[in-house]
Nanobody, 120 residues
């Protein structure tokens, strides 16, 4: 399974970006996809996630500014980022729980990350 993000870049404070993430491979099912960001201590913390039923979770500091959406038919998740702040500058990672045809157990996969930089 390959997880690939796109859509990062440089934007001014107050601007918007849309991140995209697509999972590919011998995918039987995906039951959750999410976006994480790298912390100054090189950990990854949850930003937002969406289940295959459409249930969403957001970290408090992005509520009302970011919107996660998913198209599980296309194995794709998006993160619409509005009203961006300089403190949103991070590497953002896509994460997915995927079951493959040859092994129906769900396993966790990460993308390579995409840089979001917000200038003041």
């Amino acid at each position: 399974v390959l997880v690939v993000e796109s859509g990062g870049g440089l934007v001014q404070a107050g601007g918007s970006l849309r991140l995209s993430c697509e999972a590919s491979g011998s995918i039987f099912s995906i039951n959750r996809m999410g976006w994480y960001r790298q912390t100054p201590g090189n950990q990854r913390e949850l930003v937002a996630e969406i289940s295959d039923s459409g249930a969403t979770i957001y970290v408090d500091d992005v509520k009302g500014r970011f919107t996660i959406s998913g198209d599980y038919g296309k194995n794709t998740v998006y993160l619409q980022m509005n009203s961006l702040k300089p403190e949103d500058t991070r590497v953002y990672y896509c994460n997915a729980d995927v079951a493959e045809y040859h092994d129906l157990r769900y396993k966790n996969y990460w993308g390579q990350g995409t840089q979001v930089t917000v200038s003041s």
